[in-house]
């Protein structure tokens, strides 16, 4: 894992989180990703290639990479076809590569995306 920061335009206000140098994907400790969510250009940090992302859903029973712990699978509310991990211990959240992009652009086409997505399977 490599920490990249995220900073407001306004410089004030910074938030570092952490890459998978393999598979690009990101872990947001508690709280870190709502402020990401709320921080303009913060999208940025998902480097990764979002089709790759989409083959990793397939993975289950995924570690938390800060406690270990068995990690749930989660839907986003508002975008359920993005899906991601969350550590119940921690707090912690990991979205696949590409996933953290799509979660800050809401369009029309999210919606679309929802009716075609299948149901995440617990």
């Known amino acids: 894992m490599e920490t990249v920061s995220i900073r407001a335009n306004t410089l004030t206000h910074e938030i570092e989180v ?9 872990w947001f400790d508690e709280f870190e ?14 480097i990764g290639d979002s089709n790759s992302g989409k083959e990793q859903n397939q ?10 712990t068995k990690m749930i699978r989660m ?3 508002q975008q359920s076809h993005i899906w991601y991990e969350h550590c119940v211990t921690c707090s912690g959240n990991f979205f696949d590569a590409g ?12 919606f ?6 299948p149901e995440r399977k617990p």
């Open 18 to 26: 952490d890459r998978c140098n393999s598979c690009k994907g990101i």
């Open 112 to 117: 679309v995306k929802t009716w075609l997505t």
């Open 99 to 110: 996933e953290f992009k799509d979660l800050k652009e809401d369009t029309i086409f999210d």
């Open 59 to 68: 993975n289950d029973l995924i570690d938390c990479p800060k406690c270990n």
């Open 33 to 46: 990703l709502s402020d990401a969510k709320n921080l303009e250009g913060a999208e940025s940090i998902d």
């Open 75 to 77: 839907v986003d509310a």
